[in-house]
C-alpha cells in the first residue's frame, strides 16, 4: 500500500476541521432551531452543550484517529478492539447518511445564488422555494453540488481538502463579518438581536426536556462528530501537535461563525417583520423568509448572492469531510485509486439522496433520525470506548505534543467517563421519545 497522506501544515489541519464544523448546521440548521426552540434560551443551552460535551467528544475523536493513523473502521481494530469497529462502522454510516441529504440542500443553496444574481425570488418567495427544493430540478441541483464535492476529494488531502479549505474558510469569515455589519444598519436589528440573545430563564426551565435533545444534538452536528469525520482528519496529524490547542480553536471559531449566522439572520427576518417562530418554523420556513428578506432591502441581490455564496462554500467545506470519511475507509483497504473511489462513492451518495431531493418529507426523516438517534448512538459508543476502554491509552495519545496539560487532560477523561456519556444518554433517551413515542411527534416536520 502506498504511503499514508498526512496535511501539509498544522494550520492546514485546523482549518478543514474548521471547514468541516463550519457548515449549513451553523448558517442554516442553528438560526432555525434557535427560532423554533424559544430563541436566546436554545443558545444558551447550545453554547453550554459545546462547551461541556461537544468539545470533549472531540478531543475523543482526534485521540482515536491520531493514536491509531487509520480510518475510523479500521482505528478500532489497530487497538485490538476488533469487536469494536462497528461503532466505527456507525459513524462511517452516521456520516454517508447525513452527507446524503446534505448534498440536496447544498444544491438548494446553488439554486439560492442564481435566484439572487436574477432576481428570480424577489416576488413569491416561497413559490420559488417550491419549485427548487424538490422534484428533478432539485436531483439536478444535488448533482451539482455533489460533483464539486468529488472532484475536490478527488485531489486528496493536501491538494484537494487542505488546498480548498485554507481559501473557504478565511472567506467565510470574512463575509459573515461583513455581512453582520450590514445587517446591523437595518431597521429590525435591535429586535433580532434580543430575540437572538436574551435568554429567558422561565422559558429554558420549562422547556428544558425538549430543547436539551435538540441543543445537545446540535452541539454534535455543528462540531462533526459521530459521523467520523473528526477520527479520519486527525489520523492525518502528526505525533507533536497539541490536540487541546487544535480542538478549543475548531470549537470557538465554529462558535463564532454560528453567533454570526443569528446576527446576521435574526435582523433581516425582523426588519421584514416575519414572525420568526412561526415564518421560520423550519428549514424551508428559514430560507423563504431570508430570501424575502433579500427581495424587500436595498441592495437585496447583491447581499442575497455573498449569503448564499457564504452558505454554499460552508456546505462545500463540510461535504468534502463527510466524503473523505468514506474515501479513506475505501483507500486504507482497497487497491483503487482515490479519484475512482471519490466518484464511485459519490455516485451511491447521489442515489442515496434522490428520495430527499424528490420530497422534502423524505429530507426531514433522514435529518430528524440522524439528529435524534444516530448521532447521539454513535457519540455515545465512541466516548464509551475512549473513556472506558483505553482510557489510559487515550488520555497519554491526548497529552503527546501537550505534555503540560495533564491536569485537563485527567479532567477530560472524567468528563468523558460520565458527564458526556450520562448527558448523551440523556439525550437519546428523550429524542427517542420526542421523535417515536410522543403523540403528536411531527413536531420536526419543517415544511
Ligand atoms: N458541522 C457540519 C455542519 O454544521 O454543517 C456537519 C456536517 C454535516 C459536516 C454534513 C459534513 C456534512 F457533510
Known sequence: MSQRETWATRVGFILAAVGSAVGLGNLWQFPFKTATNGGAAFVAFYLIAVLLIGFPAMLAEFVLGRR??????????????????????????????????????????????????????????????????????????????LAIVVAIVAFGIEDGIERATKVMVPSIIVLMVALAIWVATLPGAAEGYAFFLSPDLDAMIANAGTIIPFAVGQAFFTLSLGMAIMITYS?????????????????????????????????????????????????????????????????????????????????????????????????????????????????????????????????????TLAYQVFLPLSVLLLVIFVGWVIGKEALEELLSGAEDFRTFGVVWLWTIRFVVVLAVLLTLALGINETFLVEDAAFFDPF
Open 68 to 145: 491509531t493513523q487509520r480510518n475510523a473502521v479500521d482505528a478500532f481494530a489497530r487497538l485490538g478492539h476488533r469487536s469494536w469497529r462497528i461503532v466505527g462502522a456507525l459513524a462511517v454510516f452516521t456520516g454517508f447518511w447525513i452527507l446524503s441529504y446534505y448534498n440536496v440542500v447544498g444544491g438548494w443553496v446553488m439554486r439560492y445564488i442564481l435566484g439572487s444574481v436574477t432576481g428570480a425570488y424577489f416576488d413569491n418567495p416561497a413559490g420559488y422555494f417550491g419549485s427548487v427544493s424538490a422534484g428533478p430540478e432539485a436531483v439536478i441541483a444535488q448533482a451539482a453540488f
Open 235 to 367: 489520523s492525518y496529524v502528526g505525533r507533536d501537535d497539541n490536540l487541546i490547542f487544535d480542538g478549543g480553536s475548531v470549537v470557538i471559531t465554529n462558535t463564532i461563525v454560528g453567533v454570526l449566522a443569528g446576527l446576521v439572520v435574526f435582523p433581516i427576518l425582523l426588519t421584514i417583520g416575519a414572525d420568526i417562530t412561526s415564518d421560520t418554523g423550519g428549514a424551508g420556513a428559514l430560507f423563504v423568509a431570508t430570501a424575502a428578506g433579500f427581495g424587500s432591502v436595498p441592495f437585496g441581490r447583491l447581499f442575497g448572492v455573498v449569503f448564499f455564496g457564504v452558505v454554499l462554500i460552508a456546505a462545500l467545506s463540510s461535504a468534502i469531510s463527510l466524503l473523505e470519511v468514506t474515501v479513506s475507509y475505501a483507500n486504507d483497504n482497497l487497491n483503487i485509486s482515490r479519484p475512482a473511489l471519490s466518484v464511485g462513492i459519490g455516485v451511491g451518495l447521489f442515489l442515496l439522496g434522490v428520495p430527499s431531493a424528490l420530497d422534502t418529507a423524505w429530507l426531514a426523516w433522514f435529518d
